[in-house]
Every structure is written in C-alpha cells, then in structure tokens.
C-alpha cells in the first residue's frame, strides 16, 4: 500500500507544480498584453465658417395665441427654416447643437415663459449630424 501512496502523492506533486507553472505563465501573458486602438489627432490652419441661409419668406404680421386668429395678418404659427452647411471639407462628422436662448418679446424677456419654440421637431434644442452635407433647420414657434 505504501508503493501505491507515494505515487498518489507523485501524481498530486506533479498536478500541483504544473497548475502553479500554468497560473503563472497565464498571468504573466496578460500582464504584458496592452490594448492597443487608433487615435486621430488632427492639427489644421484652417478657418472653418458656418454658412446659414434662411429659406423661407420674412415674417410680416403679428403672432397671436394658438386658436385665437380673428384679424387679417394674425397667424398662431411661425415656421422659420434654415439651410446650414460648412464651407470646408470636415474630415469626421461633428454636431450641431441649435438651441432657443434669450427669449425675447418686444426686447424684454419678462413673457418669455409663453413663448414655445420647437426645433425640428424637440422643445428649444435639437442636435443634429453634420458632415460634408446641407443640414436643414425647421423652428416653430407659437404663443401659449
């Protein structure tokens, strides 16, 4: 029996040297692996300028609460659209964040909180993909 004890114990020797020899050789493999990703960094001279052009009519007459249009020239909407692109070529794309600030009436803000301003679509701020391509902006704005 004790023939048969030592080579268990040979076994259980060997078994353990070589779990320790592999935990080891797979911590050091990981330790030295890195992770590697590309990075572009880009330096330019250049001036880019944002070109904006209004594409529908100017706004004549006068802005009144929703349902309440009694008076020739009384609209309860006004629609504003723009066309907004860059005058360079962009070499990744970039956001372009339109937001409603410094709500005006009559160049004061104390009625502001009844202007509502939708831009394409979301209250008082949209952002928007812009890259080497027109961007068109639409801004409604109402009286509550």
Do not use: H
Not at 24 to 47: C, G, H, K, L, P
Not at 54 to 67: I, R, S, Y
């Amino acid at each position: 029996m004790s023939k048969r004890k030592g080579i268990q114990l040979i076994i259980v020797l060997l078994l353990a040297v070589t779990l320790g020899f592999t935990s080891t050789a797979a911590f050091a493999y990981w330790t030295n692996t890195s992770v590697q990703s590309n990075v572009t960094i880009e330096f330019t001279e250049e001036d880019a300028s944002l070109i904006v052009n209004q594409t529908n009519e100017d706004f004549e007459g006068m802005l009144v609460p929703q349902n309440y249009v009694w008076f020739a020239g009384e609209v309860d909407e006004v629609v504003f659209t723009y066309e907004v692109n860059i005058d360079k070529t962009l070499v990744t794309q970039v956001n372009l964040i339109v937001e409603s600030i410094n709500v005006m009436v009559g160049g004061s803000s104390a009625y502001s909180d009844l202007i509502n301003v939708t831009i394409n679509g979301t209250e008082d701020i949209s952002e928007n993909d812009l890259y080497n391509s027109k961007v068109f902006i639409t801004v409604v704005v109402t009286i509550t």
